[in-house]
């Protein structure tokens, strides 16, 4: 069970910090992602913290903006959004898998959060 919090609204070049908990497991467990999907657009892959170190992997369309991280004590995973721009405006969704990887297709997770909404304006 993903929870995720912290989206809005922000003007193009603000910042953004989304939250994702599990919910009585310890994110540990777990390779963490992120995705997004804008009105009309299919789900498309943010970046993952693998399970088995923490060197990020990032979309190209994000890289250098986004930051991925998490703290297992607090079975939380964030992504901090720098720079924003009225394309990230999307439903961003935090999605686990216990199987480690650089995994990018939205099939290769078995756990989603609900989403939280993201409006960047211009």
């Known amino acids: 069970h993903l929870v995720e919090s912290g989206g809005g609204l922000v003007q193009a070049g603000g910042s953004l910090r989304l939250t994702c908990t599990t919910a009585g497991v310890s994110t540990g467990w777990f390779a963490m992602a992120w995705f997004r999907q804008a009105p009309g657009k299919e789900r498309e892959f943010v970046g993952l913290v693998p399970r088995s170190g923490n060197i990020p992997y990032y979309a190209d369309s994000v890289k250098g903006r986004f930051t991925l991280s998490r703290d297992n004590a607090k079975k939380t995973a964030y992504l901090q959004m720098n720079n924003l721009k009225p394309e990230d405006t999307a439903q961003y969704y935090c999605?686990?898998?216990?199987?480690?990887?650089?995994?990018?297709?939205?099939?290769?997770?078995?756990?989603w959060g609900q989403g939280t909404q993201v409006t960047v304006s211009s």
């Open positions: 999605a686990a898998d216990l199987w480690d990887g650089i995994k990018t297709a939205e099939t290769e997770y078995d756990y």
